[in-house]
């Protein structure tokens, strides 16, 4: 059996204007036909949101602040046991706390299946595709 996707659940905070955070489920998944992408979908209430976020800006929120614009990754102020995303919509802004260590885990896996900077897109596949919408 040939493994095409890597997919990670966790709970993330959810970061009040007032400070306060509520748990929030997130799920992370990763497809061997996008490999550029990470695909981040957040429970609550009965509600899925779901945004695309780039693989590499993930990685480098690691370990500094990465991204401009939508979507912003950084380490967490504090003890560097957690990241900070922050994403912006013409309705809103939602900052999130996730865990390090199981975004890291995550990315891992990614590139188990997809060797960081080795990722390529099968230009004829997406070619086929575009035609035919």
Do not use: K
Request: charged residues 25%; negative net charge; contains cysteine.
């Amino acid at each position: 059996m040939t493994i095409t996707a890597v997919r990670d659940e966790f709970d993330v905070a959810v970061v009040r204007p007032d400070g306060d955070s509520a748990p929030v489920r997130c799920t992370l998944e990763f497809r061997l036909e996008d490999p550029y992408a990470v695909r981040a979908t957040f429970h609550a209430n009965g509600t899925a949101v779901e945004w695309l976020l780039a693989r590499d800006l993930l990685r480098a929120g690691l370990t500094r602040c990465a991204g401009d614009g939508d979507v912003q990754v950084a380490p967490a102020p504090g003890n560097g046991q957690q990241i900070q995303v922050t994403l912006t919509s013409p309705s809103g802004r939602a900052v999130l706390v996730a865990s390090r260590e199981s975004v890291a885990l995550f990315l891992g896996r990614t590139d188990a299946l997809v060797p960081y900077g080795q990722e390529r897109l099968d230009l004829d596949r997406l070619a086929q595709a575009l035609l035919s919408i």
